[in-house]
């Protein structure tokens, strides 16, 4: 079982920057694939980024370039760093442990891009 507790979530205006934090419990956090996602008002859930426990990435095109997913396994942390924030990146974000066929999520953290 894995406990994961976002933060770090709030208003920006559009070229602002802001950095999450996913605190994770209760479990082995290295050998976890971890993963921000997000989701719109009206929209699916959709992957932002996911971090492997070798410290493998991936992201969506939509935020190539502006995004960037790093772990601390000595804190049993994942981040997102999110730069050039656009109002299409308005959503909730999710943090998300991935072992084999277990999942956890955390309860998200409302990110709101505007001026």
């Known amino acids: 079982q894995v406990q994961l507790v976002e933060s770090g979530g709030g208003l920006v205006q559009p070229g602002g920057s802001l950095r999450l934090s996913c605190a994770a419990s209760g479990s082995i956090f290295s050998i976890y694939t971890m993963g921000w996602y997000r989701q719109a008002p009206g929209k699916q859930r959709e992957l932002v980024a996911v971090i492997t426990s070798g410290g493998g990435t991936n992201s969506a095109d939509s935020v190539k370039g502006r995004f960037t997913i790093s772990r601390d396994n000595a804190k049993n942390t994942v981040y997102l760093q999110m730069n050039s924030l656009k109002p299409e990146d308005t959503a909730v974000y999710y943090c998300?442990?991935?072992?084999?066929?277990?999942?956890?999520w955390g309860r998200g953290t409302q990110v709101t891009v505007s001026s």
């Open positions: 998300n442990a991935k072992y084999q066929s277990n999942r956890y």
